[in-house]
């Protein structure tokens, strides 16, 4: 009746400084390219591991155990079902418009400014229509691009300069808030059309919410299975 698959996968940490008390407001942006590089370089050779179907890069700040800036990589053997919301309703809009809806989004958010955090030359920066989460913020491509690992050393750069200048103001305005990152990438393998995909990071404040796997995937996670659970609760008198 239960359904359960063993847990294949793989969980990578990403160090991200060598100093203690960093996090991505004063990290210089070269410091941050370096992490993007780590991401990428990771992402390929993961990539060949064809039990692998999806990726998920997330970040937490402060981290939940340990406060040395660190981010953390994952690989799943199946499509997180938020993602796969994102897909059936990126394909679904593909087959009445038949154009990515992220690209379509880029082009109103810039033509309206009035939801853009800031524009670069490779990415847009904004917070998006009928937000989820109080100062939820997006930092999508601006050239279509389905697989974060195909990035080049150029757009690296520019995302770098991004991610900082998000952060900074994150820091400035609210006095270093707690917050989560996600990077959701194009599944590996996938019967749908790849290129139908458009990689993007999200943000978001974490007052209150889910951490940012929970967020991330749309999986939550129980540090305390049903059955430890049941047999503690039996030994209460």
Request: hydrophobic share 40%; with cysteine.
């Amino acid at each position: 009746m239960y359904d359960v698959m063993e847990a294949i996968g793989a969980h990578e940490i990403v160090v991200e400084a060598p100093e203690h008390h960093q996090n991505l407001a004063t990290l210089e942006p070269h410091q941050i390219e370096k992490i993007l590089f780590a991401y990428r370089e990771r992402l390929t050779d993961l990539e060949k591991d064809k039990r692998f179907q999806q990726f998920l890069i997330l970040k937490n700040y402060p981290g939940l155990f340990n406060r040395h800036p660190h981010s953390h990589i994952m690989a799943m053997p199946v499509i997180p079902r938020r993602i796969d919301e994102e897909i059936s309703g990126t394909l679904d809009y593909f087959r009445r418009k038949e154009r990515c809806i992220f690209c379509d989004i880029i082009k109103e958010e810039i033509s309206m400014k009035k939801r853009v955090v800031l524009e670069t030359v490779h990415f847009l920066v904004f917070s998006p229509f009928a937000s989820r989460y109080p100062f939820e913020t997006w930092i999508v491509p601006k050239a279509h691009s389905s697989d974060f690992h195909h990035i080049r050393e150029e757009e690296m750069e520019d995302l770098s300069v991004a991610i900082q200048s998000l952060f900074i103001r994150y820091h400035k305005l609210l006095s270093d808030p707690p917050y989560s990152l996600i990077l959701h990438t194009s599944p590996v393998r996938s019967p749908f059309h790849r290129s139908e995909y458009h990689w993007h990071i999200e943000t978001r404040l974490r007052i209150g919410l889910r951490e940012g796997f929970e967020w991330g995937t749309g999986f939550f996670v129980n540090p305390t299975p049903p059955e430890d659970a049941s047999a503690y609760l039996r030994e209460v008198e």
